[in-house]
């Protein structure tokens, strides 16, 4: 029968270490201390057979929550321990939907839970660059072109650099207020200011600077062996620099330093997608890098409160969750 887990967040990320798949950060203890700094309530589950899962309850609309199990579970309960599960959520906080995104194919029906595919929240598309060698050999593997870009950062005299938690905080503004513009550009809706601000205490805050300005920069968070991007800004102004490829080679070679063997970029188009897709120009950017697609189901709910999840199916229909 599953329970709520009560050990250190030491003993919860040993674990989910060995489930190393794209996206296993989002199962992590420091992903936990992300959602509860803004706000939201954590549960942290084993099943019998020890297996864990984070889940996260996120408010969607007025009298409409759902448990939200980011990238996982890692591995997928069997029906009676799916019902030992949802007893258990909801003895912490009711809430109407179950939505899941598991790293391997499954079955939709577990029980009286029935999964249904919707738009993807985590990405179900990433890119995966084995940074596990010297830094030579490492540059090799890039596009020709991602090669040429990093030299005509150098050349303008552009340098990364990781901050420390001080100096993140310090430039938080300046920072966000990068994120914003980026995001706009692309027609993007931009993540919070607030929610921002509780991931730079979980991750490594990155920026690049030309002539004193800040032209670029990113959130990185490291897990076992993979240290992930999870946002990205720049200047569009100062993109004849080059600023992100100097970035990104800087925060490889970190990364490298410091144990980690897999730069994971978090977000790309399907393989088979149309040069229109809206992460098209994104993608061409991370694929100069090198590395390996890999791809998950998706994202997946299941009500647990008939009348609430009609609801919540119609209010999916007026606006995005």
Known sequence: MAKFFEGTDEQWDELEAPHDFSGAVLQSSAWSRVQEARGNVVARIVDADGAPSLWVLLP???LIRVWYCPKGPCTMPVADEWKSITQL????????VLRIEPPNKFSLQHGTLNFKRRRDISPAHSFITDIGMEHDELFKT??????YNIRVAAKHGVVARRLTREEAERRADEILA???DTGGRHGIVATPAADMRALFSACDVWIAVHSGR???AALLIGFGSTMTYLHGASDYASRAYMAPYALH????QDAARRGFKKYDWWGISPEAAQETHRLAGVTRFKLGFGGTRVASPGTFDAGIDRVRFALYTLVRRIKRP
């Open 89 to 96: 959520l909801q003895h912490r906080a009711h809430a109407s």
């Open 214 to 216: 800040t032209v670029a």
């Open 249 to 252: 080679w800087a925060a490889m």
């Open 142 to 147: 890039f596009h020709e072109k991602t090669r």
């Open 178 to 180: 990068l994120f914003a």
């Open 60 to 62: 969607i609309a007025l």
